[in-house]
């Protein structure tokens, strides 16, 4: 069968002729089982009409993402009694934080069993892992580290700007601050623990974003007083029109960060460069905008660009006026 056969009438979706559910996920071997070969499950993805959910799970486009959903993903993966962890347990839990490139190539899935056995099995990254009844939830079936645990672990093990993005993550969708930084001690020894010990106090979920997590840390390496992310900035009438990245109100400088998801199209451009303009005249703020590479490249001169921009924020505040 050819794949526009399967098409909706619009010719833009996958329609009910698809042998898979258009509303559920499901297995390569399902899929094959059902009638869809190697080749077409590739041209699928290749063209859109699927997404790979997982490594080795498949959904139609118009699938919904939600987390009863992403349970049953993983309900068809993960081997039996094992506990999801790390970032899968992150995506899970709705915290955005797998790797990048992801929407590439589905990472493996992380999970755990018992402190003496591992799992082993492809696609899957299985570690040992110490876990106490308190750091295990049920999440639609599937057990899964808490927010809570699923933050340290990532705090712990992933690349300290990553490592932030996951702790805001986990404050953003609920966990308390204090009590994160409480249970920062229990990892005294392990590995990675003087990470998250430097970390978790900086942590802040009022970040929307792991790119802005990323540059608030910049900032933080670049020596400058801390600053309020997502301040609002508002019109005559006292009303919000705008919010900044990671800004300090005090010294009205900011700095944005413009990831290529929602920042890279001319007409997101010219938006940007309108709303910012209007803040500078406006307002009084200096505001510096960081690209994806400035953020997360090995070797920029971000923190010496921070440190310029707020030198500048500080100057433009203090001009003598005869």
Not at 50 to 57: A, E, I, Y
Not at 111 to 135: I, K
Not at 188 to 200: D, I, K, N
Not at 228 to 253: C, K, N, S, W
């Amino acid at each position: 069968m050819k794949i526009s056969d399967w098409l909706a009438p619009t010719g833009d979706l996958l329609g009910t002729s698809f042998p898979m559910p258009l509303d559920l996920p499901f297995t390569r071997q399902q899929a094959l089982d059902g009638g869809v070969d190697h080749r077409q499950l590739r041209a699928l993805v290749e063209e859109g009409l699927l997404r790979k959910v997982l490594r080795g799970v498949y959904a139609a486009a118009q699938a919904p993402d939600c987390v009863l959903f992403r349970a049953r993903s993983l309900a068809l993966v993960i081997p039996d009694c094992a506990v999801v962890t790390d970032r899968t347990a992150a995506w899970l839990h709705g915290v955005p934080i797998l790797e990048r490139g992801a929407h590439l190539a589905a990472p493996p899935i992380s999970v755990c069993e018992t402190v003496d056995s591992r799992v082993r099995r492809a696609g899957v990254d299985g570690r040992r892992r110490q876990l106490l009844g308190r750091d295990i939830v049920e999440v639609h079936g599937i057990p899964v580290t808490t927010p809570l645990r699923t933050g340290l672990d990532l705090g712990r093990r992933l690349w300290r700007f990553d490592g932030l993005a996951a702790i805001d993550g986990v404050l953003r969708i609920g966990v308390v601050h204090d009590e994160l930084l409480e249970e920062t001690d229990r990892f005294r020894g392990h590995r990675g623990v003087v990470q998250l010990r430097w970390l978790a106090p900086l942590a802040d979920g009022r970040a929307e974003s792991p790119g802005e997590s990323a540059l608030r840390l910049h900032w933080y390496d670049a020596g400058l007083p801390r600053p309020e992310p997502q301040h609002a900035i508002v019109d005559d009438g006292g009303y919000e029109i705008f919010r900044l990245d990671v800004p300090h109100p005090g010294a009205r400088y900011a700095a944005e960060y413009d990831g290529r998801e929602f920042h890279s199209s001319d007409g997101d451009v010219e938006h940007d460069n309108e709303r910012r303009d209007w803040i500078r005249r406006e307002r009084g703020w200096t505001i510096d905008a960081f690209e994806k590479d400035a953020v997360y490249g090995r070797n920029t001169d971000i923190t010496l660009r921070l440190k310029a921009g707020f030198v500048v924020a500080r100057r433009a505040r203090t001009i003598w006026v005869p």
